[in-house]
T-cell receptor, first 115, second 116 residues
Framework: EAGVAQSPRYKIIEKRQSVAFWCNPISGHATLYWYQQILGQGPKLLIQFQNNGVVDDSQLPKDRFSAERLKGVDSTLKIQPAKLEDSAVYLC?????????????FGPGTRLTVL | AQTVTQSQPEMSVQEAETVTLSCTYDTSESDYYLFWYKQPPSRQMILVIRQEAYKQQNATENRFSVNFQKAAKSFSLKISDSQLGDAAMYFCAYRSARGSQGNLIFGKGTKLSVKP
C-alpha cells in the first residue's frame, strides 16, 4: 500500500511570495490533516478534512493560509503572502476515518524556508 | 486546554541497553489516548505505541513499552535492547477520545542518540 505522498520536499521563497504544497493521501482514507512543525517543536494541527469538508480549521491563520481538498482525495495548502515565521515543515497525514481509533499515517513533509 | 511536556530535549543510550523517555500531560478529560511517535531524519512520523486512558494495563510493542500513570498524568516510553535504528526524535502526543476531531497535541520531542 502506497503511503502519503507530498510535494515538493523542499521549497525556498522570499517573504511576501506565495507557495503551495500538495498532498496525496493513502487510497481510501477519508480524513486528511495538515500539520505545521516549526524547528524544535512538535507538529501543530492546521486543518482537518473529512472527505472534502472541513472538520477543524481553528488553528489555521486564515488571513494568509488556505487549504482545499477537491473531490475528497488530493489536497493543497497555500500560503499567501508568506512571512518569515512560516518557515517550518508542513506535514500531511491521513486516516481511514476521523475517530481516535484510526491511526494517522504521515507523509515525509515539505520543508519551507522563507527568506 | 491540553498540554504535553517532554522535559528531556536529548537522551543518549548505548546499543543493546535500555532507555526511558519521559512525558507528562495536562488535561481535564477522563477519556483520551496517548501516543509515542518516532521521527527519523527522513521526517516521516511513525507511530510507535499508543495507550488508551481507560486501560490500566501498560501497552507493549516488541521492544517498546510504556509506563502509564494516569493519576500522575505521566506517560513514559521504555526502549529495551536499543538498536542503532532507534536513533530519532521521539514525540509524545495526546488526543481526546471525544468527537471526530483528530487534533493530536504533541510535545516538543526528545532527540535520542544510540551509541555503538
Amino acid at each position: 500500500e502506497a503511503g502519503v505522498a507530498q510535494s515538493p520536499r523542499y521549497k525556498i521563497i522570499e517573504k511576501r511570495q506565495s507557495v503551495a504544497f500538495w498532498c496525496n493521501p493513502i487510497s481510501g482514507h477519508a480524513t486528511l490533516y495538515w500539520y505545521q512543525q516549526i524547528l524544535g517543536q512538535g507538529p501543530k494541527l492546521l486543518i482537518q478534512f473529512q472527505n472534502n469538508g472541513v472538520v477543524d480549521d481553528s488553528q489555521l491563520p486564515k488571513d494568509r493560509f488556505s487549504a482545499e481538498r477537491l473531490k475528497g482525495v488530493d489536497s493543497t495548502l497555500k500560503i499567501q503572502p508568506a512571512k518569515l515565521e512560516d518557515s517550518a515543515v508542513y506535514l500531511c497525514a491521513s486516516s481511514r476515518l476521523a475517530g481516535v481509533y484510526n491511526e494517522q499515517f504521515f507523509g515525509p513533509g515539505t520543508r519551507l524556508t522563507v527568506l | 486546554a491540553q498540554t504535553v511536556t517532554q522535559s528531556q530535549p536529548e537522551m543518549s543510550v548505548q546499543e543493546a541497553e535500555t532507555v526511558t523517555l519521559s512525558c507528562t500531560y495536562d488535561t481535564s478529560e477522563s477519556d483520551y489516548y496517548l501516543f509515542w511517535y518516532k521521527q527519523p531524519p527522513s521526517r516521516q512520523m511513525i507511530l510507535v505505541i499508543r495507550q488508551e486512558a481507560y486501560k490500566q494495563q501498560n501497552a507493549t510493542e516488541n521492544r517498546f513499552s510504556v509506563n502509564f500513570q494516569k493519576a500522575a498524568k505521566s506517560f513514559s516510553l521504555k526502549i529495551s535492547d536499543s538498536q542503532l535504528g532507534d536513533a530519532a526524535m521521539y514525540f509524545c502526543a495526546y488526543r481526546s477520545a471525544r468527537g471526530s476531531q483528530g487534533n493530536l497535541i504533541f510535545g516538543k520531542g526528545t532527540k535520542l542518540s544510540v551509541k555503538p
